[in-house]
């Protein structure tokens, strides 16, 4: 499995950015999750939001509950990660992941078995 974010930048306080996360590899039938994580420099790497390729259940901590929201769009193999409300605290290199089944510790980087490169994002005035 082959991952590629982007869609990363500068934003101000207060504002938006929807990240990317082309896919390819997958084999057809497959029930897999797609994560998003975001590690800021000297900070342990966090989950920030997943969805699931089965029934589209999508998962938040209370950190970006009712900020972020992730889908996806099969036709094109993408996850989205649409960021709204931004604060400085968000500033951090964001990945996005995949692991084959669901599982409870989907906010839990060593779940996942591919990784894509990281896109900064950075909240700042």
């Known amino acids: 499995v082959q991952l590629q974010a982007s869609g990363g930048g500068l934003v101000q306080p207060g504002g938006s950015l929807k990240l990317s996360c082309l896919a390819s590899g997958f084999v057809a039938g497959d029930s897999y999750v797609i994560g998003w994580f975001r590690q800021a420099p000297g900070k342990e790497r966090e989950g920030v939001s997943c969805i699931s390729s089965y029934d589209g259940s999508t998962y938040y901590p209370d950190s970006v509950k009712g900020r972020f929201t992730v889908s996806r769009d099969n036709a094109k193999n993408t996850v989205y990660l649409q960021m709204t409300r931004l604060n400085p605290e968000d500033t951090a290199t964001y990945y996005c992941?995949?692991?084959?089944?669901?599982?409870?510790?989907?906010?839990?980087?060593?779940?996942?078995?591919?990784w894509g490169q990281g896109t900064l994002v950075t909240v700042s005035s």
């Open positions: 992941a995949a692991r084959i089944r669901w599982t409870v510790n989907w906010g839990s980087a060593s779940e996942y078995t591919s």
